[in-house]
C-alpha cells in the first residue's frame, strides 16, 4: 500500500487542521492505520491510531494530544484523518502516516510496528 499525508500548514496556536492519509494498492479496512510525528533531533514520536475492522476499530492517543485530536477512516475514500484542534507551539512537528496489516493492539504505539509509511507533512504553529 502507497500512503500519502497532505494537510499541513503554518497556523496560530488554538487553530485547528486536519491531516488527511490517502492510501493506494491496497484492501485499505485491513490496515491499522497511524500518526506519528518529529521534530529534528528527536525520535519519532506516536501521536494517535485507528485499528483495522478485524481489530475492532479502536482508536488510541498519546496523553499530549487526547482530547485535542480525533482520527477517523474514510474505508470507501481510502483515507485517515487527524483533525488537530486547539493547537499548541509544543504540536509542531512532520506528521507522517503509517499503516500496518499485521499490527496487534499491544504494539500500536511502536513506530517499528508499521510497514508502510507515507512521505510527511509538517505542521507549524506559532505562539
Known amino acids: 500500500v502507497q500512503l500519502q499525508a497532505s494537510g499541513g500548514g503554518l497556523v496560530q496556536a488554538g487553530d485547528s487542521l486536519r491531516l488527511s492519509c490517502a492510501a493506494s494498492?491496497?484492501?485499505?479496512?485491513?490496515?491499522?492505520v497511524g500518526w506519528f510525528r518529529q521534530v529534528p533531533g528527536k525520535e519519532r514520536e506516536f501521536v494517535a491510531t485507528i485499528m483495522r475492522a478485524s481489530g475492532g476499530g479502536s482508536t488510541s492517543y498519546s496523553d499530549s494530544v487526547k482530547g485535542r485530536f480525533t482520527i477517523s477512516r474514510d474505508n470507501a475514500k481510502n483515507t485517515v484523518y487527524l483533525q488537530m484542534n486547539s493547537l499548541k507551539p509544543a504540536d509542531t512537528a512532520v506528521y507522517f502516516c503509517?499503516?500496518?496489516?499485521?499490527?496487534?493492539?499491544?504494539?500500536?504505539?511502536?513506530?517499528?510496528?508499521?510497514?508502510?509509511w507515507g512521505q510527511g507533512t509538517q505542521v507549524t504553529v506559532s505562539s
Open positions: 494498492g491496497g484492501a485499505f479496512s485491513r490496515y491499522t
Open positions: 503509517a499503516a500496518s496489516s499485521t499490527l496487534i493492539l499491544s504494539s500500536r504505539y511502536q513506530s517499528n510496528s508499521y510497514a508502510y
